[in-house]
């Protein structure tokens, strides 16, 4: 027997997506930096698999995530957004007045009713486990409200073309959200920027590569009850390793930052170590100087040569997971190898 309940929030709902869907319709392209004039009324993607038509540019678009809303303010979509979730630092300067303005509608991960209070037409996030239930609802039951739900191509690379790296998935993510949302132009821009720093940072791969053996690094993300997380196989870190010549100590390991022990650690006895700062985020051990200290207290680690000999770069913590932020990221990893003395 149907929830009385969850009947009349269906009705409810589907009679909010409709209404969504009619408003954006009768927009024609909407306000703000999002449209390119002369844009095409509809549009389809392919996102992780699932084939996604607008009728067209979304109006009222959702970011579940800090890396989508990111991406979607860097490609000008501010005025299209209707809400934003789950950031886990603050956004970059540049982002900041564009982000002021949009409705935030959970802070952490948002719920089912939390989204569709929030009348969106289009959905997007970084991540595919986001699309559940208990979450803010599957792509499959969005879909049934109109209501498309757009996941990156990084996080599904099983469902894509073979061959592509992560950052080339980065950059289709782009380009099809440019086609979406009519702001082919913008993306494509940003997209062959982000491939020159990947370009440039690969130049000093080759120099590295040109050494007689390939450095390794032990990412750092986390360190929670005062064990380490690191980067694992899949995570995007084992391709920046590749791009800047070096190698992820950790690829063997499944998942994108499982929790290993200082031993392991020490085992690996990594030439450099990448520590991200989360400071902002703000829980115990997040910060470069926490990870640092700890490093230094700790009786195996601490006499490890890269721990003693102070070869360690700091980035952003958070650019160590895919976003519109990662070439950052890499290029700091390419510069750190360079001060470190691996390359010129």
């Known amino acids: 027997m149907r929830h009385p309940v969850r009947s009349a929030l269906a009705l409810t709902l589907a009679t909010l997506a409709l209404a969504t869907a009619g408003c954006s319709t009768a927009g024609g392209g909407g306000s703000g930096a999002a449209a390119a004039p002369g844009a095409a009324a509809a549009a389809s993607v392919t996102s992780c698999g699932t084939p996604l038509t607008v009728t067209a540019p979304p109006e009222r678009a959702v970011a579940l995530d800090q890396a989508s809303t990111e991406t979607l303010l860097e490609l000008g979509l501010q005025d299209r957004m209707a809400g934003t979730a789950n950031l886990k630092t603050k956004v970059p300067p540049q982002y900041e007045a564009a982000y002021a303005g949009i409705p935030v509608i959970a802070p952490k991960i948002a719920t089912g009713e939390q989204l569709r ?24 039951e969005l879909a049934a409200l109109k209501v498309p739900a757009f996941v990156s191509a990084v996080d599904c690379p099983d469902r894509n073309p073979a061959g592509k790296s992560p950052f080339e998935l980065l950059f289709s993510d782009y380009e099809n959200l440019g086609r979406v ?23 000093t791969g080759a120099e590295v590569s040109r050494g007689a053996d390939r450095p390794t690094v032990v990412y750092l993300y986390s360190v929670f009850n005062g064990m380490p997380y690191v980067a694992g196989k899949s995570g995007l870190p084992s391709e920046m390793s590749r791009i800047v010549g070096a190698r992820n100590a950790f690829d063997d390991v499944d998942g994108d930052w499982p929790e290993v022990s200082w031993e392991e650690v020490a085992e690996r006895d990594p030439d450099f170590i990448v520590i991200g700062d989360l400071s902002e985020r703000g829980r115990p051990g997040d910060s470069a100087a ?28 958070i650019e160590l997971d895919p976003s519109v932020r990662s070439v950052h990221a890499l290029g700091l990893l390419a510069a750190g190898l360079k001060d470190l003395g691996r390359a010129r």
């Open 117 to 140: 209070a929030a009348l969106p037409d289009f959905v997007v996030a970084g991540s595919a486990d986001l699309f559940t239930a208990d979450r803010a609802g599957t792509r499959e």
């Open 181 to 203: 949302f009519g702001a082919e132009e913008r993306a494509g821009r940003l997209a062959a920027e982000q491939r020159a720093a990947v370009a440039k940072a690969a130049e």
């Open 290 to 317: 926490e990870k640092r200290a700890v490093m230094a207290r700790h009786p195996v680690v601490s006499r490890l040569g890269a721990v003693r000999d102070g070869r360690i770069i700091e980035v952003p913590g």
